[in-house]
T-cell receptor, first 111, second 111 residues
Framework: KAGVTQTPRYLIKTRGQQVTLSCSPISGHRSVSWYQQTPGQGLQFLFEYFSETQRNKGNFPGRFSGRQFSNSRSEMNVSTLELGDSALYLCASSLSTGSAFFGQGTRLTVV | SQQGEEDPQALSIQEGENATMNCSYKTSINNLQWYRQNSGRGLVHLIL?????REKHSGRLRVTLDTSKKSSSLLITASRAADTASYFCATLTGGGNKLTFGTGTQLKVEL
């Protein structure tokens, strides 16, 4: 069974731009969650989608948004990028609840 | 925000020794999961222990959970150089798949 696939693996963007990250979950998994990892704040939960509906949301500004498609693939978007958005963004897929399996992440650098 | 702390922050041992990491958390949980991360890459799921379980084994891994003390420990027996990584505990609370991560323990296993 293929694992969680995140694309792209690396991104460099300029302040003020927007970015879209993609995540394909494990086949059959309907829950997709997104996390931000930085050296200062550690691993922080962004949001979770289940069957195309946002089920949980973390404490991030509205510039961070996401969606999930009918095939469970998910995208997250960050608008008006700031230097502080530089981070490793991780996607995790799960069955309804239970063990979460992570992708390799997208490393975003904002310059 | 972080659910709790992991202790120690860093641990250096010799190959063949056992490594023990501790995790404390703040609120009631559904389950607790342990993950490994190599050099800022994706998280690898190691083991899940439910709130009604006290101990669980998987290969060289042994996890305990004490819900009265809101703490868990991960023991890696007969460690190998390949076990060098950061280890995180994560708690699942409420509905859905929102994981709250600890601060992590950096383990170094030397030959």
């Amino acid at each position: 069974k293929a694992g969680v696939t995140q694309t792209p693996r690396y991104l460099i963007k300029t302040r003020g731009q927007q970015v879209t990250l993609s995540c394909s979950p494990i086949s059959g998994h309907r829950s997709v969650s997104w996390y931000q990892q930085t050296p200062g704040q550690g691993l922080q939960f962004l949001f979770e989608y289940f069957s195309e509906t946002q089920r949980n949301k973390g404490n991030f500004p509205g510039r961070f948004s996401g969606r999930q498609f009918s095939n469970s693939r998910s995208e997250m978007n960050v608008s008006t990028l700031e230097l502080g958005d530089s981070a490793l963004y991780l996607c995790a897929s799960s069955l309804s609840t239970g063990s979460a399996f992570f992708g390799q992440g997208t490393r975003l650098t904002v310059v | 925000s972080q659910q709790g702390e992991e202790d120690p922050q860093a641990l250096s041992i010799q190959e063949g020794e056992n490594a023990t990491m501790n995790c404390s958390y703040k609120t009631s949980i559904n389950n607790l999961q342990w993950y490994r991360q190599n050099s800022g890459r994706g998280l690898v799921h190691l083991i899940l222990i439910r709130s009604n379980e006290r101990e669980k084994h998987s290969g060289r891994l042994r996890v305990t959970l004490d819900t009265s003390k809101k703490s868990s420990s991960l023991l890696i027996t007969a460690s190998r150089a390949a076990d060098t990584a950061s280890y995180f505990c994560a708690t699942l609370t409420g509905g859905g798949n929102k994981l709250t991560f600890g601060t992590g323990t950096q383990l170094k296993v030397e030959l």
